[in-house]
């Protein structure tokens, strides 16, 4: 933003906040029910968010949310009411209603088929829930009207109603045991467009055990039909995911996923293998290391290889003192497809990397300063090594204010 000022306060069991700020450039999300598009206009927007709740019990709420964000030719408003009930320590009830109103410039609603004029949409959310030392469960109804907007937010679905129910069971260990807890759950949902049309139907089961070390390892398995592209697809997985602490300072586990996988670019199911690592090491008192990395194949069910992808995630960090430090990140994405498997043209290998040098200096708990290098480079069949593509140098000062 150009400029912003953000204003958050608390009197008795009244607590409220809102910011306003001025944007250079106004990015707009379109979301549906299998998906969401999006552009930019290259216009400035003012924004403002409001934010009231009043507490009262133990821990149960009442409270609304308004949000105003507009431009030249586009706006979108929204506005609602929320609730959080906790009935007693065991049950508790959550609810929202949030109404929006929308309008798009004439290119954007030719261009994304987004409706014409001035629209309105709802959305609604109501939740169950109850827990106690050795039972949970929880009933939660979900639905956004396909004209539903919220910019300020992350909405990348709408014109879905999504119904769910979960319960679960879980072991406390013995300080004799090897294990120090066990837990075991299930759910169902369902989810139908506007339409009426049911778009997705899932059943999923976990089983989950806490060792040793800090160890944790847990199965999953689901079955579900999805639509797609008026093809209704059934998918099935299973999924295993671990990790441990061998000693202090270092963490490490991996999940992997196995089993059916939509090919999203070429409407047909696939045989997918997806592998998650990832390592958090303090080599030292001052030296961090974070790795991340997902690998993933996909496999026609005739067997040659549709894609096959991976994308890493790296970052060292020295921390000088309790004031500054200095991180080096490295992330890069790598992508080879078998091209005479796709319906469209695509290219055959496609290469993007990322790197960034980040420099923090705090000099007191409310004011701390940036300074920073990034730059990114790119490769595809049109391009015979990676190209630089970005180069930037910033730096950021923040300060806040208590009075």
């Known amino acids: 933003p150009d400029v912003g000022a953000k204003l958050t306060g608390k009197k008795g069991n009244h607590t409220f906040g809102g910011y306003a700020a001025r944007d ?15 552009t930019s206009l290259n216009e400035e927007n003012t924004s403002i968010v409001g934010r009231y709740s009043y507490g009262f019990g133990e821990a149960s709420s009442i409270g609304a949310l308004v949000t105003v964000r507009d431009s030249d030719t586009y706006n979108n408003n929204v506005g609602g009411f929320d609730l959080r009930w906790r009935i007693t320590d065991q049950h508790t009830v959550s609810a929202q209603y949030l109404h929006s109103e929308t309008e798009y410039p004439d290119d954007i609603v030719t261009e994304f088929e987004q409706p014409d004029g001035s629209f309105t949409g709802e959305a609604a959310f109501l939740s169950y829930v109850y827990e106690s030392r050795e039972w949970f469960g929880y009933l939660r109804h979900l639905d956004k009207s396909a004209d539903f907007r919220a910019d300020l937010g992350f909405v990348p679905r709408v014109d879905a109603s999504t119904q769910v129910v979960g319960l679960g069971r879980i072991w406390h260990g013995d300080e004799d045991d090897s294990w120090h807890r066990i837990r075991v759950s299930g759910d169902w949902d369902i989810t139908h467009d506007d339409q009426g049309r049911m778009i997705e139907r899932e059943i999923e089961a976990n089983f989950n055990i806490g060792g040793p070390m800090q160890s944790w390892f847990q199965v999953s398995g689901l079955s579900r039909d999805v639509l797609f ?8 997985k299973i999924a295993v995911f671990g990790e441990i602490q061998p000693k202090g300072g270092l963490v490490f586990g991996m999940s992997v996923r196995i089993g059916d996988q939509i090919d999203f670019a070429n409407t047909r199911l696939g045989d997918e293998l997806l592998l ?12 961090l290391m974070r790795l991340r990395g997902t690998f993933v194949n996909l496999d026609s069910k005739e067997g040659p290889k549709i894609f096959e992808a991976s994308v890493i995630d790296a970052r060292l960090t020295w921390q000088f003192n309790r004031r500054s430090f200095l991180r080096v990140t490295l992330q890069q994405q790598d992508v080879e497809r078998n091209t005479d498997l796709y319906l469209d043209e695509v290219d055959a290998r496609s290469k993007d990397v990322g790197r960034q040098l980040l420099y923090s200096y705090k000099v007191n708990p409310q004011t701390v300063f940036f300074l920073g290098y990034s730059d990114k480079h790119i490769d595809d069949d049109s391009l015979g090594s990676l190209t630089a593509t970005d180069r930037t140098v910033f730096a950021k000062v923040g300060y806040a204010w208590m009075p």
């Open 229 to 236: 592209d008026d093809v209704m697809f059934k998918e099935d």
């Open 24 to 38: 250079a450039l106004t990015n707009l999300l379109f979301p549906s029910a299998f998906g969401s598009d999006s």
């Open 276 to 287: 998650r690592p990832f390592l958090n090491w303090n080599i030292s008192r001052n030296l």
